[in-house]
């Protein structure tokens, strides 16, 4: 029995709860238990270190989900349809060959650790009805750095209590074909990268606070409004609110541009008639005519009458008749 690999026991009437022997199964590769009557927690000792898939959905079980399942060699994990409470394990982040996680339909809450974007090779991902909380974590916005992003075929995310943004990033899982985050409480506008998912066959979005314009361009026109209904704020085809249209007006004109444009105007000539005239400093030397220039009556203010000094030198008004 301790030589055993694969252990199939699928949709059967099995009851009671999941034997703690199963535990000492080391060489156990695959565990499929699912549509059964099984109840109570998963084991203490349930640490199969040589266990890659485990299937027990569509039981009864409670408790909390152990972190101990999340070994290095495991690569697929369902327990979807049960009753397990209590938070996701950060130990998740410990099974870096997981490929597949369906804990949907369950009774977690708590918030996603962020631990969860360490699985690089995650495939299919759904953590759906249950009462998980909080933002998103940025690490899922941050696919390209956390996960292979052609890998990533499937997120839901749906029927939580999530808020916040939607991260503009999951526009860089190019390889998404499926992306759920309906009934949650994600605001905002819904960012221009999704649009370049050309692989997504399945978009839904409704029942949330999401505002703005639906996005147009690339595959978003595919969509039919069930992917957006609900969010009051949304607007824009294929809904039947139409956004309103804002009518950008040109910046209004200083009031007093023309004043100052006709100031520095009024300067420039001033500064002009006043060169003409030889002057370029406010003050002007006076003298009668014939006087030697090294005779000097006293300084008064400029005036045209007499000499003044500019550029030029001295310039002396001619003699009258």
Known sequence: MKELQELYLIN???????????????????LYMNRNKLIGPLPRVFKLKSLTALSLNK???????????????????????????????PAIGRSLNLTYLNVAN??????????????????????????????????LGELSKSLQVLHL???????????????????????LESLDLSSNRLNGEIPQQLTMLIFLSKLNLSVNDLVGEIPQSGWFGKFDNTSFI????????????????????????????????????????GVRLLSELGSVAGVGVWRKPGQAKGHQRGVRPLSL????????????????A
Not at 61 to 83: C, Q, R, V, Y
Not at 161 to 175: D, R
Not at 305 to 315: A, F, K, M
Request: some cysteine; overall charge positive.
């Open 12 to 30: 059967n009437t099995l009851t009671g709860v999941i034997p703690e022997e199963i535990g000492g199964l080391d060489k156990l590769v695959a």
């Open 153 to 175: 075929k499937c997120l839901n995310l749906s029927r939580n209590n999530l808020n916040g943004k939607i991260p503009s990033s999951i526009g860089n899982a190019k390889g």
């Open 230 to 269: 609900g969010n009051l704020g949304l607007c824009g085809f294929p809904l039947t609110k139409k956004c309103k249209q804002v009518i950008r007006s040109p910046p209004p004109e200083r009031e007093d541009s023309n004043f100052e444009y006709g100031q520095a105007y009024g300067r420039q000539r």
């Open 106 to 139: 369950n009774n977690l809450s708590g918030s996603i650790p962020s631990t969860i974007c360490k699985l690089r090779f995650l495939e299919f991902l759904d953590l759906s009805n249950n009462h998980l909380q909080g933002p998103l974590p940025k690490c």
């Open 59 to 89: 039981n009864a079980l409670t408790g909390m989900i152990p972190g101990e399942l999340f070994t290095a060699n495991i690569k697929s994990i369902d327990l979807s349809d049960n009753h397990f409470q209590g938070s996701i394990p």
């Open 305 to 320: 009458p007499g000499s003044i000094v500019g550029v030029g030198g001295v310039w002396n008004k001619p003699r009258q």
